[in-house]
């Protein structure tokens, strides 16, 4: 069935520093790949989404690309900010009877001032 | 306007008792979840309904059982709390069931003491 697995945190970075959490997904059929992000004390809001193979999902400078020849969805951001400390999960849906999005284990960033 | 809404947001309550998350939203949406999420911030989904239809029920312990009155409410009934049920639980919708994001309520903090 599809499955996603993306870096352990935590990730401890200075601010303006170049972020990458990267995700790797294996699926069947053509999902489209999300990244959720997780601010303290509040629910997942969708960051950014792709919906097929080479697309790339951007938002609040965040971007990531559909890589189906590696199977990825590597988050980015050239600078962060100390607002964007939170966890961060890549999620796909799973197309089959069950229909239901599964997420990674999360990656809780941390951004130094 | 508040999209996805559940209540109440914090939740503390004795062992052996009976509880009731509330879930709503104004989107119009088809299909609606509930997920679990651990203090490891693992995110599991329990169940969803689309239509009012229970389409999945995870391996969650029967004292648990979601409610659908109309597509646009979801409510989550627990009995007999355990202090394992301790957790952050999160009501979702989306569209449909299919390849699509999921929009997230700001989730209830359940304490079992």
């Known amino acids: 069935g599809n499955s996603v697995t993306q870096m352990e945190g935590p990730v401890t970075l200075s601010e303006e520093a170049f972020l990458t959490i990267n995700c790797t997904y294996t699926?069947?059929?053509?999902?489209?790949l999300f990244w959720y992000v997780q601010y303290p004390g509040e629910g997942l809001q969708l960051l950014l989404k792709?919906?097929?193979?080479?697309d790339k999902g951007s938002n609040k400078g965040f971007e990531a690309t559909y890589r189906k020849e590696t199977t990825s969805f590597h988050l980015e951001k050239g600078s962060v900010q100390v607002s964007d400390s939170a966890v961060y999960f890549c999620?796909?849906?799973?197309?089959?009877?069950?229909?239901?999005?599964?997420f990674g284990k999360g990656t809780r960033l941390h951004i130094l001032p | 306007d508040t999209a996805v809404s559940q209540t109440p947001k914090y939740l503390v309550t004795q062992m052996g008792n009976d509880k009731s998350i509330k879930c709503e939203q104004n989107?119009?949406?088809?299909?609606m979840y509930w997920y679990k999420q651990d203090s490891k911030k693992f995110l599991k989904i329990m169940f969803s309904?689309?239509?009012?239809?229970?389409?999945i029920n995870e391996t969650v312990p029967n004292r648990f059982s979601p409610k659908s009155p109309d597509k646009a409410h979801l409510n989550l009934h627990i009995n007999s709390l355990e202090l394992g049920d301790s957790a952050v639980y999160f009501c979702?919708?989306?569209?449909?069931?299919?390849?699509?994001?999921?929009?997230f309520g700001q989730g209830t903090r359940l304490t079992v003491v």
């Open positions: 979702a919708s989306s569209l449909t069931r299919g390849n699509t994001e999921a929009f």
């Open positions: 699926a069947t059929g053509y999902p489209s």
């Open positions: 792709a919906t097929k193979a080479d």
């Open positions: 999620a796909l849906p799973t197309l089959n009877r069950d229909d239901k999005i599964i």
């Open positions: 989107l119009g949406h088809d299909t």
């Open positions: 309904y689309n239509n009012k239809e229970l389409i």
